[in-house]
């Protein structure tokens, strides 16, 4: 017998959607939407970052702080090599954080105009792929809604595109429910 609890279920729904066009951006903070005319959907999703800089510059303060003091102790009594390792755990939690901050930069912006649905995810590595889907062809599918773990899926003839992967379960939600909506009222 197999049990098929909705925890064992997970979602294996692959992304086979080819980009219309592929390239490459220069960085920039992802702009605010300007005004948008009535019956157009705009939405720019991006993940979101708990530590404002000033947090950053604060606990590397006293992480640094922490290490050299340990550092000047350990020397002090004969241990000089300790004071090495203080400053690879400076670097460390500064690389961890340059890391977390690069992965902020990937955001995606989906419009619905002149029937037609354009999603365009910008890696962080500046690459973007644009995709333009038929806005008569195109379904909003929430894979286990009430789970942390749930995928907004965009399906179109067949072809599966996954949007806001990095968004929390509550904005996934909401995304789905105003891109079916505007999806709906466009169609009619």
Known sequence: ???????????????????????????????????????????????????????????MGVVIAVNLTLGIYFTTIGAWPVLGFCGLDVLLVWLAFKISYRQGRLHERVRLKDGALYVSRVLPSGHESRWRMPALWVKVHVDNPNAHHATVRVVCKGRTLILGAFLSPKERDAFANALKTALDNARI
């Not at 049990?3 to 729904?13: F, G, I, K, Y």
């Not at 390239?23 to 404002?52: I, Q």
Request: glycine content about 6%; charged content about 25%.
């Open 1 to 59: 017998m197999t049990s098929s609890s909705p925890l064992s279920r997970r979602s294996r729904t692959i992304e086979d959607m080819r980009p219309d066009a592929i390239g490459r951006v220069r960085y920039e903070r992802p702009p605010a939407l300007a005004r948008t005319e009535e019956g157009v959907f705009d939405a720019l999703l991006y993940p979101n970052r708990s530590l404002p800089p000033v947090g950053f510059a604060l606990v």
